[in-house]
């Protein structure tokens, strides 16, 4: 039976992309710092699911990780869903602060074990969640946006040190747009939301195909084709906002 471990499953898109997993038969091991929720979700197929509570911020998480594996039998994918992200144009630096500690030093903790992981079993695959946040700075929420752009380029680095080293390991950079998720839930109205059990599925697919980069929808994917393509001097005079 296959396995798939997924941090970041209490909530979101990491909880929907579980269930598409357990649909199709795989032991999985979810993990995320909210017991309760945990619980919860292991009531939905005990014999199929595994859980260990963890914060991906914290020095032990690493360890965790290799609980939760022994537990599941092995990994075969490892997906990090697991992040944060605030509208912050007050610069208030304990969201930024906490936002950078999230995305990018538990983002990087989590990488490199699952990386080790696979080293030393010779393959896997390796995916995150990053967002279309990560294509340009944006004003609105600087942290958020920077970080996604950190794990873009983090990954962009494994695969070229995976291929040095004669690895086979496969990357997945999975970039939605607006998803309807609890990260969304600060009242604020966002344009082309998307459904979290559809992104799930494009998720899981990507994932089971080895794609490589994957913007999720396809509206998304053309406005990143343009936004990309825009000068400096033009970007910072846009008014790119959510009412
Ligand atoms: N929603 C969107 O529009 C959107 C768009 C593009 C990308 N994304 C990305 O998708 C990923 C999932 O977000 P979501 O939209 O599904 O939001 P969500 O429902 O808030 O899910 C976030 C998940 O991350 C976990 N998490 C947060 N901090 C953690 C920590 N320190 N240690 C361990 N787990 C932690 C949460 O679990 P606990 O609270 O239980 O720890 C939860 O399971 C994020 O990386 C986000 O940046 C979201």
Redesign the pocket.
């Known amino acids: 039976m296959k396995k798939a471990i997924i ?10 992309v579980a269930k598409i997993f357990l649909q199709k038969g795989w032991r999985i091991g979810v ?4 017991q309760s ?2 619980d919860t979700f292991k009531t939905i197929a005990p014999d199929q699911i595994e859980t260990e ?6 020095e032990d ?1 690493p360890e965790k990780l290799q609980c939760l594996i022994n537990k599941v039998g092995g990994m075969d994918i490892f997906l ?6 605030y509208q912050n144009p007050t610069l208030n630096p304990e969201i930024e602060l906490s936002t950078v ?3 990018v030093e ?1 983002f990087t903790r989590m990488i490199i074990a699952a990386f080790t992981y696979f080293r030393q079993q010779g393959s896997g695959n390796l995916a ?6 990560g294509t340009k700075g944006l004003g609105v929420a600087p942290a ?1 946006s920077a970080t ?1 752009r950190y ?1 873009n380029t983090y990954i962009d680095a494994l695969e070229q040190l995976a291929n040095l080293q004669k690895l086979n390991i496969y990357f997945t950079d ?12 600060d009242g604020k109205k ?1 344009p082309l ?2 459904k ?1 059990n559809k ?1 799930g599925e494009h998720i899981v697919k990507a994932i089971i195909n080895k794609k490589r980069v994957v913007i ?1 929808d396809w509206k998304y994917a053309i406005i990143v084709f343009f936004w990309r393509m825009i000068p400096r001097r033009i970007w910072k005079c846009l008014p790119v906002k959510t009412r």
Not at 11 to 16: D, N, V
Not at 53 to 58: G, L, R, V
Not at 128 to 133: E, F, L
């Open positions: 941090i970041g499953a209490t909530s979101g898109i990491g909880q929907e993990a995320g710092r909210r929720a945990l509570a963890f914060d991906i911020t914290k998480a990090l869903s697991s992040g944060i992200g500690c999230t995305n538990g995150i969640i990053s967002s279309i946040a958020y996604k794990q999975i970039r939605p747009g607006f998803v309807a998720t609890d990260l969304l839930n966002y939301l998307m979290a992104v999720i």
